[in-house]
C-alpha cells in the first residue's frame, strides 16, 4: 500500500503498489491523482439550463 494525495481536496488515500494507478505515480511524476469523489464531481457534465434561448438572426 503507497499513501497518495489528491490533487484538488488533499485527502489522504491508501492504493495498492500493484494497481496500474500506482505504477503510472511511480513511473511518472507528472500523473496526478485525484480520488473517486473529485472524479466523479468533475465527470458528471453541468446541466444547461433549459430556459436559455439564442436568437440567431
Known sequence: MIKVQCI???TEVFI???TLEAKRL???PMHTF????CKSRLDTPKQ????????HR
Open 8 to 10: 484538488i481536496c488533499d
Open 16 to 18: 495498492d503498489r500493484n
Open 26 to 28: 511511480r513511473n511518472d
Open 34 to 37: 485525484m480520488c473517486d469523489e
Open 48 to 55: 444547461r439550463n433549459q430556459e436559455t434561448t439564442f436568437d
